[in-house]
């Protein structure tokens, strides 16, 4: 199984839509919890940390669920500039501080 | 706003080569990390480094590769001995300590092997 899981799409949305991606996880010793963005031949760069008891960021809900071990992003109202991929990033455990991504879900916000 | 900077942007070089890239993480940071992406894959893990020692690395890390921080501000990826496979992205990134802290990323640079 994948340590980070994550659907890779593409989703392909209207303007305006909302969306959702989860994420999953295989250890349950996993500390922290991301969503970054990576435009393309870009580097990652932070959309938000996933806290235990959710949180949001303007148009960008994360949630956290630790029994499911799974993590969701949530975009309300789409625009044009969401499109970009989207990668779930986890710290696995205490022992080691290495980030791990996973493969990365692909937006598409179509006009 | 301080952030981790990469050099060169972009490095062609002939297979059986070495290469050294260079990164400058942010000053207050003490994680730093080297994570690789080929073109239309996934980013991969390749080591990371704390108190002036690799702290983890991964399967891909193997001889050919090595990490130094040689002046206190500098972070280098030495490739010895290059392959066509090397081709990829190379991001150097930097993080605080703490839990829930994140990575700073720069912008990267890319290896083509030919």
């Known amino acids: 199984r994948k340590e980070v899981e994550q659907d890779p799409g593409p989703f392909n949305v209207p303007e305006g839509a909302t969306v959702a991606f989860n994420c999953t996880y295989s250890n349950s010793a996993s500390q922290s919890f991301f969503w970054y963005r990576q435009d393309c031949r870009k580097e990652p760069k932070l959309l938000m940390s996933v806290y235990s008891s959710g949180n949001e960021d303007g148009r960008f809900t994360a949630q956290l669920n630790r029994a499911s071990q799974y993590i969701s992003l949530l975009i309300r109202d789409s625009k044009l500039s969401d499109s970009a991929t989207y990668l779930c990033v986890v710290i696995l455990d205490t022992g080691r501080r290495a980030l791990t991504f996973g493969s990365g879900t692909r937006l598409q916000v179509q006009p | 706003e301080p952030e981790v900077t990469q050099t060169p942007s972009h490095q062609v070089t002939q297979m059986g080569q070495e290469v050294i890239l260079r990164c400058v993480p942010i000053?207050?940071?003490?994680?730093f990390y080297w994570y690789r992406q080929i073109l239309g894959q996934k980013v991969e893990f390749l080591v990371s480094f704390y108190n002036n020692e690799i702290s983890e690395k991964s399967e891909i890390f193997d001889d050919q590769f090595s990490v130094e921080r040689p002046d206190g501000s500098n972070f280098t990826l030495k490739i010895r001995s290059t392959k066509l496979e090397d081709s990829a992205m190379y991001f150097c990134?930097?993080?605080?300590?703490?839990?829930?802290?994140?990575?700073?990323f720069g912008q990267g640079t890319r290896l083509t092997v030919v």
């Open positions: 000053s207050n940071h003490l994680y």
């Open positions: 990134a930097s993080r605080r300590t703490g839990m829930n802290t994140e990575a700073f």
